[in-house]
Structure formats: C-alpha cells, structure tokens
C-alpha cells in the first residue's frame, strides 16, 4: 500500500540515498524536510521527474511550529530522522547549535510524530561508543561515552527516542551505522575520510592524516546503510531497539590512504603526511563493529566490499573533477 514516509536530512548524502531506495524498492511517497546546511538540491536532481518524491522542503528541525504543521499535514507512516549537524569539531566550536538543532530539534519531532501517530526512526552513530578494545567488534551492548557535543547530541536523541517507545507504545527504534562512505559524500570538512583521501589522490595533492594514523574505521558503503535503513524502517521488527550497521572489519587511516594512493590506475605523486591532529580528545582510536543483531533481526548484511566501494566513490569524484563541478568538492 502506498504510504508516506518523512525523510528529515534528506537532501543529505546518505539522505539522498535513503530517498532513492525507498522511490526505487517501495510504492511510498517520499516527503524530505532539510534546511540545506549541508545538503544540495544537486542530491535530489537524478529525483527531479520522479512524482513520487513528493515534497522537498526547505525549513530547521528547530522550527517547532513549522515541523508540528509539516508533520501533521503530511500524517507520515514513518519517519527517518536523519538531520542533524554532523562535523564534530564544529559541534567543539559551537555546541549550541549542535544542541539546538540535534536535540532540540529531535524533541520537536518526537512531538509532532507522537501526535500524527507516525513510527520513528532516529539515525544516530557508532560516535556515540567507548572505546573498544583491541581485539573484537563492538555491538549494542557496548559501553557509551559522548566524547563530543556531536556525541552528546545523539546520546540525547536515542535517549528520547526509546524513552517515547516505553512512555507511549510509540514504534520508534535507534540506528548506529558506522563510518559510511561513497558516492555524494562531500570531500571537504572532517567527515568523510574515504572522499576525502580519494579527492587530494586525484588531483596529485598529499593526503593529510590526522595524529598517528593508527585509528581505524569500520567502512559501510552508502547504498548498504540505506539498504540498512529501509528494511529496519519497514521491517516492523526493529521497535524499542538499538541496532549497529557495520562491515566488521576495520582498516587503519594509514592503510586506508596506502590503499587509496596504490590502487589509483594514474600515480599522481600523492604522498602520505601527518599532522596534528585537530581534536585528540574527541578522536576514538578503534571503531569496529558487529552488526550480527542487524543480520538475525532483518536479515541485512552488507553487500560491497571496500576494494568495490572505493572504486565506486573514485569513479564518481574522477568524473565530478573533470567536470570541473566543485558542489560537493
Ligand atoms: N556519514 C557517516 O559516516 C554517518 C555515520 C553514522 C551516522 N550518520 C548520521 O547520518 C545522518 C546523515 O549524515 P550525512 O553524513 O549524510 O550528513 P549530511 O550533512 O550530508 O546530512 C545531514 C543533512 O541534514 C540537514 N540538516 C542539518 N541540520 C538540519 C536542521 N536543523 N534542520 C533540517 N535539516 C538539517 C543538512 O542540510 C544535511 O542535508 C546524520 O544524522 C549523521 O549523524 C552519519
């Protein structure tokens, strides 16, 4: 049956993504509230003909009213509550507009869900763990601590999140993908490492690593985590859960940019630096995780390897760069 589905962050990059596998694999009008902060309309365009996109809303998350009227127009059957301001040193800069927007604003979206009798879907992240330790990958039971603002946020919002679950019967549920990657990701900022590295690859420059290196990264390509987010959004099985999306095998920074200067078919006399790392404290030097909660419950596993997803995302920034489009670059 058609339904409508609330997508906030969608003009986002792995919000984008989430819009294309809900038009592409189910009959639901998609509506995405964004306020372009971060995400493009450029993400939306390949959409542009597509009636079952619905709306694409320009508005804040912070906007109370403005949400309530929005949500309680559209009486969406789910929501995907991707938005949020995800740079972690500029949630160290300015935590209040970290706070306001991410958990403010999700508090104003519980609301309004509540009211429209709409399921809830919160997007938050592996940011949000302890370390691990060196052996083995993490899965939900594992320890919290928000080292950022960026954290703290998300650490609200899955609180209130499941809280409106056991307060209300409300079908709501908490997403921690880890570090996700891939085509429409921005390569500028902090975030996304993958685009990034490949980015300064192409273009001849040296890639820039942050401390040691010895961090590591557990790489989810972008259409696995949407793929993630689709099923458990429409699975009816995730409610009142916490559930991990992961490769569950991590790579360090440092065999990351090896990987990514010795697989590119032109050397361009990239070469490896290290600097200073901007924010030691907030950095988690291991990040590894066990989705095997994801795989028993809906049957999800990730399907592109890192040697597949970094060709992906390189053939994408390979033809962005020729044509000189500097959007996302
Ligand atoms: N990229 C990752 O590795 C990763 C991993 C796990 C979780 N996440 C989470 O996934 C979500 C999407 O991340 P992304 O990497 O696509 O980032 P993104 O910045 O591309 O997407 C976030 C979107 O939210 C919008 N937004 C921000 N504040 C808003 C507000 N107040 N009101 C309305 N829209 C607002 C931005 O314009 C942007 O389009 C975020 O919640 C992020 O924390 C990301």
Redesign the pocket.
Known sequence: MKKNVLI?????????WVVKAFLDDTPHRVYV????????RE?LAEFANEPRLAEVKK????QRKMVGGLVAKIKPDICL??????VVQDSIDDPVRTFE??VD?TFYLLEACRAAGTKFVF?????VYDLSKPEGAIDETHPVLPRSP?AGA?LAGENMTISYYHAYGMPTAVL??????GPH??ATGE??VVSIFLTRQIRGEDLLIYGTGHQTRDL?YVED?ADFLLRASTSGKVWGRTLNAATGSDITINKLARTVVDSAPDKTGSKIRRIKHIHPQSEIMKLCGDSSAAQKVLGWRPRVDIEDGLGRTRKWLEKLIAEKNSKWL
């Open positions: 906030t962050g969608g003009a986002g990059f792995i919000g984008r509230l964004d306020d372009f902060s971060n995400g493009l993400n508005g804040s998350i912070r509550h991707l938005a949020a301001q995800i927007s991410d604003g997007m938050s992240t592996c940011m960026y998300k921690r993908p880890f570090n996700t990657y990701q921005k975030g996304g989810l985590c």
